[in-house]
């Protein structure tokens, strides 16, 4: 029997339909594998976080220095205190990097090498500080955007004599977006501190994206390490990262949850220093400093009016914490680059503040600028 063959024409389509169907299947399969391994805790969770203390020999040689310095600086009623926060931008965000996020092209950001260099900058910029407690947000240990290194041991490895606590804020499989895609991501908040720790804690804060584009973004939080002082109270160190590409709403409920958990500490009479990048400049700031551009992403706003009780909120209005990454910095216009004021602290009114000042590195590591806080803590 005679059988007739396909066209041309038929064969091309059975094909187009195959390869579509294959295609289907492939997309459906990642979205149900991101779906199934979707770290997304509930909001208002809290979850117990590891303490890594210092080796024996560093936390005795460290207490013996700390020991001294107060001796030297302190009276019996306070502790003098230097505090870091710094968004490192994962090591991959310095000032030849550009990101697509935010207007720029740019996906993987830098090449391993570059990473490292911003890296070992960081670290050697915190070493000159010597600050008591550190705050870093945007820390990779396992990310394909910075080569899968493992930014929290190098850090720890750098300051042996720190306790250190870590919280993921961002943690996906993998990334299927833009072209190169993003990959694996494993990132969150570092704090380092002299400061013996006795409890670390995460609290997830509100996600305002629904699925299926939750899959692949972060799932913010705050960071809480707890010092125990001398009259049985606690100094609260709170490290966190609001949120940055939403339409207001999730900054918002963020804010809201973030004001609730200082109160809570505050009721207890505990100390409290919040830091980290806000995304956001407080209504009591200079915001003509460095005024928006149009078509540049846009910071929020916190109103420091709507938050009840006695608190310090805290920017150096001289210097800005962050520029923008719509092109590389290196060999721009740095007169009419978009600068902005988001990185900053929020403290208890019983902290004595002493200054606040933003570090100006060029944003050569970074996007982000180091900015220093210090206080004096009253120990009893």
């Known amino acids: 029997m005679n059988r007739r063959k396909n066209s041309p024409a038929k064969r091309i389509l059975k094909g187009i339909l195959l390869a579509v169907g294959v295609l289907i299947v492939l997309v459906g399969g990642l979205f149900g594998y991101l779906t199934v391994t979707e770290y997304y805790p509930e ?7 590891e303490i890594n203390s210092p080796l024996e020999e560093e936390k005795a040689a460290s207490a013996d220095v700390r020991e001294e310095e107060q001796a030297a ?9 230097r505090l870091v926060s ?3 931008g994962y090591g ?31 670290s050697e910029e915190l070493k000159s500080l010597d600050p008591d407690v550190i705050f870093l947000q945007e820390i990779d240990r396992g990310s394909s955007r910075s080569y899968n290194i ?3 041991a190098l850090l720890r490895k750098d300051f042996p ?13 993998f990334i299927p977006y833009p072209v190169p895609p993003i990959g694996k991501v494993d990132s969150g908040l570092l704090t380092l501190t002299k400061l013996p720790v ?17 899959i692949a973004n972060l799932k913010r939080c705050v960071m809480l390490d707890r010092v125990s002082l001398d009259d049985g109270r606690e100094l609260v160190l709170i490290n966190l990262h609001l949120e940055a590409y939403d339409s207001g709403e999730g900054k918002e409920k963020q804010t809201q949850m973030l004001t609730q958990i200082l109160n809570e500490e505050a009721q207890k009479g505990n100390s409290v220093i919040a830091a980290g990048d806000f995304n956001q400049i407080f209504s009591s700031a200079d915001k003509g400093q460095f005024p928006a551009q149009e078509g540049k992403w846009q910071a929020g706003q916190i109103d420091v009016t709507q938050i009840d009780g006695d608190w310090q909120f805290l920017m150096d209005e001289d210097t800005p914490s962050c520029r923008s990454l719509d092109q590389p910095y290196a060999g721009a216009d740095h007169d009419s680059f978009q600068y902005y004021l988001i990185d900053g602290f929020i403290v208890s009114g019983d902290i004595k503040v002493k200054s606040c000042e933003t570090q100006d590195l060029g944003f050569v590591c970074s996007d982000h600028n180091p900015v220093v806080l210090e206080a004096e803590i009253p120990a009893e």
């Open 43 to 49: 909001e208002g969770k809290r979850e117990d976080l």
């Open 198 to 214: 006795s409890e670390a804690e995460r609290i997830q804060l509100p996600c305002p994206f629904s699925w299926p584009v939750r």
């Open 86 to 88: 710094w968004n490192i």
């Open 150 to 152: 493992d930014e929290t």
């Open 92 to 122: 991959a965000l310095g000032d030849n990097a550009d990101f697509f996020m935010d207007g720029g092209k740019g996906v993987k950001t830098a090449d391993k090498a570059r990473v490292e260099q911003n890296l070992q900058m960081v």
């Open 161 to 173: 004599q720190m306790w250190s606590s870590f919280a993921n804020n961002f943690k996906v499989a």
């Open 73 to 81: 600086e302190n009276s019996p009623e306070k502790k003098a205190v």
